[in-house]
Structure formats: C-alpha cells, structure tokens
C-alpha cells in the first residue's frame, strides 16, 4: 500500500447519516483520487484533486463530497444524498509530471449503511 | 463511450502453470496501460506497466505484451503460485496522465 493510509478500514453508518472516510499519503504525491468498487464491478472515479485546493469530479460524484486543505490529506465525505452508499472505497495518489501515469492504492474502506 | 474490456472473468490454473490473462480496449488515445493485483478486501497492487511505444515488458514473473494493432493488453505470468490468487484488471489512461479507466477483473485461482 505503499505509504497510503485509509481510516477506519469497516464503517457503518445508519441511514441518513454523513460519514467521513480519511486518506492520507505521505509520498509527496500532488494528485489524489478516489473510487467506488462494488462487487463484480471495475473502480468507478467519484473525485479527484491534482493539486491543493483543487477538485474535481469524476464519473459519480452525486452524493459525496471531498476537500483538499492539505497535499497530504484527501477526504471524501458520503452524505445522506447518497441513496447506495454501500461499497468498497479506495484513495489512490500519483505524482505529477511527464510520464506519471501510475496510481498507487491504499488498502481501503469498506462502508455498509444499516 | 470507450471502455477497458477482459475476455475471460475467471480463470483456474493449476499451481505451476504459466497464466494468461487478458484484456480488450478500445480508446485508441490510450498510451499507457498497467496491471494490478487485488486480494480480497486489500487495495490494488501495482504489478507492471507498459506504454505504447513498447510491445512487451518484463518483470519478475510476469510479462506484459501490447498489441495496439487490435488494441489487446495481456499479462502472463510464470509458474503460478497460490499467493498469485486474486483479481487482476488493467486499466489505460485514455491520453490523458491524470486519469485512468479500469477494467472489471478476471479472477485467478490457482490450485496447488
């Protein structure tokens, strides 16, 4: 994983309710990412950021929210808006520059809506 | 739109054997490709990449080849052990250094 750390690895969250998912990467890296995986499904982008204080979203931002305050630090929030909250989360950081393609994982959160 | 496709969802080889898994796409943009290796509940480990002005690459244990002619991507890999047992997907990059889409997944068991 790399120097990527997600916290908590299991969330639970009851309906209704905005929870945070935390990511963290202490690789100098300037671009975050993260991504929705549910089961039998490839990664899908909900928002990305390259650089501090920049966002963007992806394929599926609606309902969910980030902030990028600190290169380190990317967190995405799921809010009530969110009607299937239910998945894996994965951050992912790359570095920026020519030739950076390569994205590397954290080890993941697993949320679940009760 | 485009997408990254893989022929085979499953694939069951026994341990020793080489493997080889493979992976359809279809943004002619693309020039750069990677392989990554999901164990159950972890994140996706980086594995090898190759960009399109290669048409193989090699790393320990595994090889990617890129045919851009049919826009097909594989990875093989050298007598399979069990720890090799996880979901592998590609993933291309449509053109772009900032953004990557990924393929659903084919996953490996392999059988001792």
């Known amino acids: 994983d790399g120097g990527i750390t997600q916290s908590p690895k299991y969330l639970f969250r009851k309906e209704g309710q905005n929870v945070t998912l935390s990511c963290e990467q202490n690789?100098?890296?300037?671009?975050m990412y993260w991504y929705r995986q549910d089961p039998g499904q490839g990664l899908r982008l909900i928002y990305y950021?390259?650089?501090?204080?920049?966002?963007q979203k992806g394929d599926i931002a609606e309902g969910y929210s980030v902030s990028r305050e600190k290169k380190e630090s990317f967190p995405l929030t799921v809010t009530s808006a969110q009607k299937n909250p239910t998945a894996f989360y994965l951050c992912a950081s790359r570095t920026s520059g020519a030739g950076t393609d390569t994205q590397y994982f954290g080890p993941g959160t697993r949320l679940t809506v009760l | 739109g485009e997408s990254v496709g893989l022929h085979l969802p499953t694939l069951s080889v026994q341990e020793g054997d080489n493997s080889i898994i493979n992976c359809a796409y279809s943004?002619?943009?693309?020039?750069?490709f990677i392989w990554y290796k999901q164990e159950s509940g972890k994140g996706p480990q980086f594995i090898i990449d190759i960009r399109s002005n290669m048409d193989k690459r090699q790393g320990q244990r595994v090889t990617v080849l890129l045919n851009k002619t049919v826009k097909h991507l594989s990875l093989q890999i050298a007598a399979t052990q069990p720890g090799d047992s996880a979901v592998y997907f590609c993933a291309e990059n449509g053109g772009s250094n900032y953004k990557l889409t990924f393929g659903k997944g084919t996953l490996l068991t392999v059988n001792p």
């Open positions: 950021s390259q650089i501090v204080n920049d966002f």
């Open positions: 943004n002619s943009a693309s020039d750069y």
């Open positions: 690789l100098n890296h300037d671009a």
